[in-house]
């Protein structure tokens, strides 16, 4: 049946998913909980990769690394409780060799299905292991010997799991929602010239290829994402988000802000009380933002500076003239210990000029947050925290500027809420955004498509650049004896300790814990390897007030080695640390390795940054070390990080802060950049209507989700 595409409600797209068989109130529910609600949400839930299942392997032929499919007869079953629970399952097959399955969760009834002399067909990734090839967790199922073996005639969709929702019940509903898409080109939104010189599919065909490819497609194109179906989706999703951000923009500035009138005079009292003048480069940011603090709309406005440029101090001007009109100022940064720093800096800028800030973040409970939630209420002037401050209940009375510091951390879509935070809640506050996290340009203007951008060109003067050296960990000993040498000459030294499991994403609660273990190890082996020596330690799962006593021992000198974990990556400012020492700096990103080593290079001294690694080292490991050691401007190392990062390098977005995409991903897609800023401009000139609905198609539900 036909949809009728002349009215909205017939609209196959807005479909509600509830009209899918099987989709019952509790599988909508968890449907809509992940943000899908209609047919068209689920024609955008696309594979994450996919299973040749149309083929079997003979395990023979099996490659490590490959994903295959293999039928053969189970040989021997073996348990074991050695640490944890473990099965083995020996199968073999014609081709005369065996594979062993492993598993570490199986239940009563699996193990009693397995037993020897079964038939069984198993779909996994085949590694060489210990005891020959094997395969970790396969999928399988048991055949009976008189089952005739079916092969699927295509390529198995696998899709981003969703709670509370089986694989196979997954796949069925995403499939019964494909049926129903229209024939028509009811669905197609953007005219061929949004793809400029590109020769790519129309949407419906590039949906339909990406839920069911053909038998023979190419699997490593797809891997890679290189397909001209999956480039047609990432374009459009990218173009999304290009024009929603621009609305955004445009309907924050016509909220209007408060115009802040600063005499300048505390401006000028900090200024006579420090110890250094600003630079040229900071005076001109500092120009380009008191212009916009003095208008009615409000400002948007991204710094950039590479590391140690000084962007804090820059900061603390901003939030002088907004206080000397009256009103307060928000100042955030993405972790406790950095939000602690600025606290340290403000207070000692700031006090003499009688300017108390008040301290939030989500470990300031019970009494002591009830009061400083008072203060905020009563018009304290400045307040200084974590992301603590854009919760709910914490109400402003007068806020007219809010500085994040540090925005890769944050997500995109997180800074909007302080729209509803502003003075008498109908206007907003100015947004002054900070980074050193360089990205090249065209990835900025996508990813800052809301903002105006300043950037800090210079570093202050009197630094010498870091030296930066690469060495063998086996080379350790000889390490030592340097670290004690620099140590014994008045400076201070970083150990860092870096995250060695590859499967933890940086941030997860679980990588946390296994860097502060390696940083615990790391603290008891230096201190009995040099003794004498004051050894502290910091790391994330500390509580604040350790953490703050370290960081505040090694500020004054009496700690002369800091062993941390990357939780000193952003913001750490001691200008007499000269050296750095950073261990696995192999499985480190460009990115990060250049915000590591910002934390040294800060005073007046020759610094030097140590990044130990383990051999054998991989291509792009090596050419990142090769990097870090020619240059340290942030931007060349922008450039070089896109060019280096090809697929299967593990960075991820935490970089850009551009969380929620569906198939796009700006760093990789960079080259579809240009194109989208064109189709962007295009669109909203000619056909904004368009734009309304390609937003809806694609972020509708992301944003609503990302401000629940
Ligand atoms: P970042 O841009 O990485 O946030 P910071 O704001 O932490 O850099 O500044 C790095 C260091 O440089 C701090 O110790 C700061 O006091 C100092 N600094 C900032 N501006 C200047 C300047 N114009 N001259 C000398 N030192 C400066
Ligand atoms: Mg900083």
Request: hydrophobic share 45%; proline share 6%.
């Amino acid at each position: 049946m036909q949809p009728d595409a002349s009215s909205a409600g017939a609209d196959p797209a807005r479909r509600p998913v509830t009209g899918l068989k099987g989709a019952g109130p509790a599988l909508t529910a968890r449907l809509a909980a992940r943000g899908i609600a209609t047919l068209q949400d689920l024609w955008l839930h696309l594979p994450l990769r996919y299973e040749d299942r149309t083929r079997l392997t003979p395990i023979r032929a099996l490659r490590h690394g490959e994903s295959a499919q293999v039928l053969g007869r189970i040989e021997a079953v073996e348990r074991s409780f050695r640490g944890r629970p473990m099965l083995r399952v020996a199968v073999g097959d014609e081709s005369g060799a065996s594979l062993v399955l492993r598993f570490f969760h199986f239940h009563a009834a699996q193990l009693r299905a397995l037993s020897v002399g079964t038939r069984i067909l198993c779909h996994g990734e085949a590694r060489g292991g210990h005891f020959g090839v094997e395969m970790v967790h396969p999928g399988y199922r048991v055949l009976a010997d008189d089952v005739e073996l079916a092969l699927g005639d295509r390529l198995d969709p696998v899709y981003p799991a969703i709670e509370g929702v089986g694989p196979v019940q997954l796949a069925r509903l995403v499939s019964a929602a494909l049926d129903q898409l229209p024939e028509s080109d009811a669905l197609e939104l953007l005219p061929a010239s949004a793809f400029g010189d590109l020769t790519l599919p129309r949407w419906r065909d590039a949906v339909r290829f990406l839920h069911r490819p053909p038998p023979g497609v190419d699997l490593a194109e797809l891997a890679q994402f290189r397909h001209p179906a999956q480039q047609r989706l990432a374009l459009e999703e990218l173009l999304a988000h290009q024009l929603s951000l621009r609305r955004q923009r445009l309907s924050m500035k016509r909220q209007g802000a408060l115009a802040l009138e600063a005499r300048g005079a505390l401006a000028r009292r900090l200024a006579a009380a420090l110890p250094f003048r600003l630079t040229a480069a900071q005076r001109r940011v500092l120009h380009e933002i008191a212009e916009d603090l003095s208008r009615s709309e409000p400002m948007l406005r991204l710094v950039q500076g590479d590391v140690g440029s000084g962007k804090t101090i820059v900061a603390a001007f901003a939030a002088l003239a907004a206080i000397e009109s009256g009103a307060q100022v928000a100042l955030m940064a993405p972790t406790e210990l950095l939000a602690e720093q600025h606290a340290q800096a403000f207070a000692a800028w700031f006090e003499p000029l009688g300017i108390e800030a008040v301290w939030l973040s989500g470990k300031v409970k019970g009494k002591a947050r009830a009061a400083a939630l008072a203060r905020i209420a009563a018009g304290a002037p400045l307040v200084i925290g974590t992301h603590a401050l854009l919760q709910e209940p914490v109400a402003f009375a007068r806020l007219a500027l809010v500085i994040v510091d540090e925005q890769h951390r944050f997500g995109v879509h997180q800074r909007l809420v302080l729209r509803d935070k502003g003075a008498d809640g109908r206007q907003v506050p100015h947004q002054l955004v900070m980074t050193a996290t360089p990205i090249p340009r065209t990835l900025a203007m996508t990813a800052y498509a809301d903002l105006d951008v300043s950037v800090i060109d210079e570093l202050p003067p009197g630094r010498t650049p870091v030296q930066t050296v690469a060495i063998d960990a086996l080379r350790r000993d000889e390490l030592i004896e340097r670290i004690r040498a620099a140590l014994s000459q008045g400076r201070q030294a970083y150990w860092v300790c870096t995250l060695i499991e590859e499967s933890e994403e940086p941030s997860a609660p679980g990588a946390v814990k296994i860097e502060a273990q390696a940083a615990q190890t790391a603290h008891e082996l230096l201190t009995e390897q040099l003794p004498g020596v004051r050894v502290g330690l910091v790391h994330g799962r500390m509580k604040p007030a350790e953490k703050q006593a370290a960081m505040a021992a090694f500020k004054a000198g009496d700690i002369q080695l800091l062993v941390a974990t990357t939780v000193i990556e952003v913001g750490v400012d001691v200008p007499n640390a000269s050296l750095m020492l950073v261990e696995n700096a192999e499985r480190l990103g460009l990115a990060q390795l250049h915000q590591l080593r910002g934390r040294v290079g800060r005073g007046a001294q020759a610094s030097t940054c140590v990044l130990m690694y383990r051999s054998p080292l991989s291509q792009a490991a090596r050419e990142r070390l090769a990097v870090m050691r020619e240059t340290s401007d942030g931007f060349r190392i922008a450039e070089k990080d896109l060019e280096l990062r090809g697929p299967g390098e593990l960075l991820g977005t935490r970089q850009t802060g551009l969380a929620g995409f569906r198939i796009a991903d700006p760093m990789r897609d960079a080259a579809l950049l240009p194109q989208v800023q064109h189709a962007a401009d295009a669109l909203l000139a000619r056909a904004p209507h368009v734009a309304d609905r390609l937003i809806e198609r694609w972020i509708g539900q992301a944003v609503r989700y990302a401000e629940a």
